[in-house]
T-cell receptor, first 117, second 114 residues
Framework: NAGVMQNPRHLVRRRGQEARLRCSPM?????VYWYRQLPEEGLKFMVY????????ESGMPKERFSAEFPKEGPSILRIQQVVRGDSAAYFC???????????????FGSGTRLTVV | AQTVTQSQPEMSVQEAETVTLSCTYD???????LFWYKQPPSRQMILVIR??????QNATENRFSVNFQKAAKSFSLKISDSQLGDTAMYFC???????????FGKGTSLLVTP
């Protein structure tokens, strides 16, 4: 009964390159959430997706960042032309639904640490 | 705005002692859910304890308990009989009944010493 799987665990990119972070939700979960944790900070919500739909991307920077959750395969958080300020830990979480489903079943992955050099 | 404030950036406690981590939050909604998460150096976010705001009884999970004061919008975490393995960052968080995004505080770094 695998939990939320994120890969890679560590990712190093040079400034200007693209970063792709992957998240496979728990079995039976169709709601995916991405968070960013900057150094010395708590997690900040970025985007909420369901299969093939972006529900809420209010926490995501308008430029260079995009997210998708295709019908088949993992959710992808894509950062184009990375800058040093993008260095952070990126967490994915999943749930079966919202409201009480979040309360009872929100599950986090282990995160991807992105380092931009 | 929905915010979470953890006023203690760092705390230290001796093994077997009791420590309380404070958390206050702000929301205009009446129905919401509260959480404490532990983040050890492995970076994994581990759920420690949760509380539904409409329940007056404080939640407990083994050595962990909360003091929930709804009127004061306060949700502190008490760790009894502290163990070395409790050393970690602790984050307070909440989400509203109608929502899905967790709002996190900046965390308290807890060090348990022998």
């Amino acid at each position: 009964n695998a939990g939320v799987m994120q890969n890679p665990r560590h990712l190093v990119r040079r400034r200007g390159q693209e970063a792709r972070l992957r998240c496979s939700p728990m079995k039976g979960h169709s709601h995916v959430y991405w968070y960013r944790q900057l150094p010395e900070e708590g997690l900040k919500f970025m985007v909420y997706l369901q299969k093939e739909n972006i529900i809420d991307e209010s926490g995501m920077p308008k430029e260079r960042f995009s997210a998708e959750f295709p019908k088949e395969g993992p959710s992808i958080l894509r950062i184009q032309q990375v800058v040093r300020g993008d260095s952070a830990a990126y967490f994915c979480a999943s749930s079966r639904g919202t409201g009480t489903e979040v309360y009872y079943g929100y599950t986090f992955g282990s995160g991807t640490r992105l380092t931009v050099v | 705005a929905q915010t979470v404030t953890q006023s203690q950036p760092e705390m230290s406690v001796q093994e077997a002692e009791t420590v309380t981590l404070s958390c206050t939050y702000d929301t205009s909604e009446n129905n919401y859910y509260l959480f404490w998460y532990k983040q050890p150096p492995s970076r994994q976010m581990i759920l420690v304890i949760r509380q539904e705001a409409y329940k007056q009884q404080n939640a407990t999970e083994n050595r962990f308990s909360v003091n929930f004061q709804k009127a004061a919008k306060s949700f502190s975490l008490k760790i009894s009989d502290s163990q070395l393995g409790d050393t970690a960052m602790y984050f307070c968080a909440f989400h509203t009944n109608s929502g899905y995004a967790l709002n996190f505080g900046k965390g308290t770094s807890l060090l348990v010493t022998p």
